[in-house]
T-cell receptor, first 111, second 115 residues
Framework: DAKTTQPNSMESNEEEPVHLPCNHSTISGTDYIHWYRQLPSQGPEYVIHGLTSNVNNRMASLAIAEDRKSSTLILHRATLRDAAVYYCILQNTGTASKLTFGTGTRLQVTL | EPEVTQTPSHQVTQMGQEVILRCVPISNHLYFYWYRQILGQKVEFLVSFYNNEISEKSEIFDDQFSVERPDGSNFTLKIRSTKLEDSAMYFC?????????????FGEGSRLTVL
């Protein structure tokens, strides 16, 4: 699986936007970019995914660089409930369907 | 909203005992997974299961582990003879598409403590 690099931790104030970066310089043309998060004492939870174009859903937005070597998960207004570990994961369409989790970015949200 | 359910939420067992962790995946899903997370560490893939057989397994998933889908609804993980290092949170997951377009749904996990 192609590797991703994320900062270990980030902090944000409540009600402010958060931009969580992910580098994936060895991404292949058939790798999708997935984001999951894990709230304290819970299982991982899907956030968003994309291939080339930017994506929006009710939880977040995903901005993908033109060369696809990096992406950014955007939480438009962070709340205390968004405090979690966020994982950026590449998954190839042609291979087995498992997800390989890295260490992710621990997001702290403060009042 | 459909969800993956796991039982028990917490199990304490003695080293060497057999443990069965149970999962009920989302009903129309076809692909099933077990992951584990040792306290403070990464979420690690154990095994994937499709069409009543294992499709992929990790190095962690040795002969002490087995999976089964006995009745078309439950998906179980058995550890034959537990070791101290098996203490972890075990997550079941399911999806209805194999490829990258399918969201993976996780359960809340079963915490296994081996004494």
């Amino acid at each position: 699986d192609a590797k991703t690099t994320q900062p270990n931790s980030m902090e944000s104030n409540e009600e402010e936007p958060v931009h969580l970066p992910c580098n994936h310089s060895t991404i292949s043309g058939t790798d999708y970019i997935h984001w999951y998060r894990q709230l304290p004492s819970q299982g991982p939870e899907y956030v968003i995914h994309g291939l080339t174009s930017n994506v929006n859903n009710r939880m977040a937005s995903l901005a993908i660089a033109e060369d696809r070597k990096s992406s950014t998960l955007i939480l438009h207004r962070a709340t205390l409930r968004d405090a979690a570990v966020y994982y950026c994961i590449l998954q190839n369409t042609g291979t087995a369907s498992k997800l390989t989790f890295g260490t992710g970015t621990r997001l702290q949200v403060t009042l | 909203e459909p969800e993956v359910t796991q039982t028990p939420s917490h199990q304490v067992t003695q080293m060497g005992q057999e443990v069965i962790l149970r999962c009920v995946p989302i009903s129309n899903h076809l692909y099933f997974y077990w992951y584990r997370q040792i306290l403070g560490q990464k979420v690690e893939f154990l095994v994937s299961f499709y069409n009543n057989e294992i499709s992929e397994k990790s190095e962690i998933f040795d002969d002490q582990f087995s999976v089964e889908r006995p009745d078309g609804s439950n998906f179980t993980l058995k550890i034959r003879s537990t070791k101290l290092e098996d203490s972890a949170m075990y997550f079941c997951a399911s999806r209805n598409f194999k490829g990258s377009t399918g969201e993976l749904f996780f359960g809340e996990g079963s915490r296994l403590t081996v004494l």
